[in-house]
């Protein structure tokens, strides 16, 4: 799976419903493909600026 096109320029994609973080670097795993997809398809996601997994901690999320 590729990066969703609107997120190409970013590594960490959050999950509002479960305050989870997934890594779009790692999409060539098929569960991590699965849950970004479902993910897009729910419209429920948040980006971090900056786009590390540092900041998505601070803002409540975890890996």
Request: hydrophobic letters at 35%.
């Amino acid at each position: 799976m590729e990066k969703p096109a609107r997120f190409e320029h970013f590594r960490w994609l959050g999950d509002k419903r479960n305050q989870r973080v997934h890594d779009l670097d790692a999409l060539d795993d098929p569960e991590v493909a699965a849950k970004v997809e479902e993910l897009m398809k729910s419209e429920a996601f948040a980006t971090f600026g900056p786009d590390t997994l540092e900041e998505a901690r601070n803002r409540g999320y975890r890996p």
